[in-house]
């Protein structure tokens, strides 16, 4: 079974009202959009920044919707801001990522969301 399919059975059992079963989804996204680790802790990265910059790295060279990255910023927030805040976070990220190999390589795609460069 695949990380997917296991989502969507323990998507299932959240509607069905278990409570370990969302407990579980939340574990499997933190894993997903947490970084995997070290190669990039000298960015000091925020949480949110650490986050978009990881969901931009695991689809580099593929655009990602505005609208899934704030839902990755704010998944575990309840109440969320407007999805414009993303623009925010993005120039912060790309402020960060000069003079690193990451340089101007965030780009617009306009009318849907951002691309890591590959």
């Not at 370990?20 to 989804?25: F, H, R, T, V």
């Not at 997903?32 to 990039?40: F, K, N, T």
């Amino acid at each position: 079974m695949n990380a997917y399919q296991e989502v969507e059975r323990l998507s299932e059992s959240v509607r069905a009202g278990d409570q370990a079963a969302l407990d579980k989804i939340l574990v499997l996204a933190r894993a997903y959009m947490e970084p995997d680790g070290a190669p990039y802790d000298h960015l000091r990265l925020r949480k949110r920044e650490t986050r978009i910059f990881n969901l931009l790295l695991k689809r580099r060279g593929h655009a990602v919707s505005k609208e899934a990255i704030h839902s990755a910023c704010y998944f575990d927030f309840p109440n969320e801001p407007e999805i414009d805040i993303v623009d925010v976070w993005i120039c912060k990220l790309r402020s960060k990522l000069k003079g690193t190999e990451f340089r101007d390589k965030i780009e617009t795609v306009y009318g849907h969301g951002f691309r890591l460069a590959a």
